[in-house]
């Protein structure tokens, strides 16, 4: 049997899609493996379904690289968003997604034909408890807390948006040793269902460089709710202004944050790259 599938992208952070409104998808988390392989499928950061809602316009579950269930991407939901509007699941330019992080409101920037070029998402309440992240730390806030990792040295930044984030703020993120780093972070003691990890540089104020390792995942070229957690994690540090628009470049490309005293808004690009059919 085959399924249609998209490809979308928010600045390189790449999924598969699949159109579940009508026609469920099975033995997701088996087809999350062995379909974001690179080499030998379709390659992407992992599998995200767009399904019907009781209780919002639709809703999103999305699974890693790896197989597992996450809770919410940033930049999928941007694409999932999207998605549900150029089929013409939701009208007008603004719609609502369940996701397993609650229901998320997006607001939609649309081209010359109609179609979405980019959204804005309220990402809700930045979680900052460290027995909310979920850490073994003890806190209402992690913030420039000392650590050792694989024998170096990191002051670290708790924040949640839903999924877990530890932010450290370093000189220079590209000349972090990420793939032997990222995982050290990841399947640390410290996070019991392991953490999303940012390495940060302060290019100015309200101006963030950072590269990211997603649980799951591995290095991927953008992650929406760690930008987000990053531009929390920049105004709990001083690097940053609360309600004001903080830049955050990432490999794929740039997002806009803004950290308010009730929320935290996200902002940028939703791309389909292609679409294709696959064998189930």
């Not at 790896?66 to 330019?93: F, P, Q, T, W």
Request: net charge negative; glycine share 10%; aromatic share 8%.
């Amino acid at each position: 049997m085959t399924r249609k599938f998209y490809k979308l992208h928010g600045i390189g952070n790449d999924y598969i899609y699949f159109d579940c409104m009508k026609e469920p998808l099975a033995n997701v988390e088996e087809l999350a493996v062995r379909l974001s392989d690179r080499h030998f499928s379709i390659g992407g950061d992992g599998i995200i379904l767009l399904c019907p809602s009781q209780i919002a316009d639709c809703r999103m579950r999305m699974f890693n690289a790896d197989g597992s269930e996450g809770k919410m991407c940033g930049n999928g939901i941007r694409c999932v968003g999207k998605l549900a509007h150029d089929l013409g699941y939701v009208r007008g330019e603004r719609c609502t997604i369940e996701t397993l992080s609650g229901v998320k409101t997006l607001d939609f920037k649309l081209d010359k034909d109609g179609k979405v070029a980019s959204a804005k998402v309220d990402m809700g309440a930045a979680i900052l408890r460290a027995d909310e992240i979920p850490s073994t730390l003890s806190g209402e806030k992690i913030a420039k807390y000392p650590v050792t990792v694989g024998g170096e040295k990191y002051d670290i930044t708790l924040v949640s948006m839903g999924n877990p984030h530890c932010v450290t703020f370093v000189a220079d993120p590209y000349k972090v040793e990420l793939e032997k780093v990222g995982p050290l972070f990841e399947n640390n003691a410290l996070f019991p269902e392991r953490i999303n990890t940012e390495f940060v540089r302060v290019d100015g104020r309200n101006e963030l460089t950072m590269r990211v390792w997603e649980r799951g995942s591995g290095e991927t070229w953008a992650c929406g709710t760690g930008a987000c957690a990053v531009a929390v994690a920049a105004v709990l540090n001083g690097y940053a202004d609360m309600n004001a628009p903080v830049t955050v470049h990432l490999r794929g490309g740039d997002l806009t944050i803004t950290y308010t005293d009730t929320t935290v808004y996200m902002e940028g690009s939703a791309t389909l790259a292609f679409t294709g059919e696959v064998e189930i």
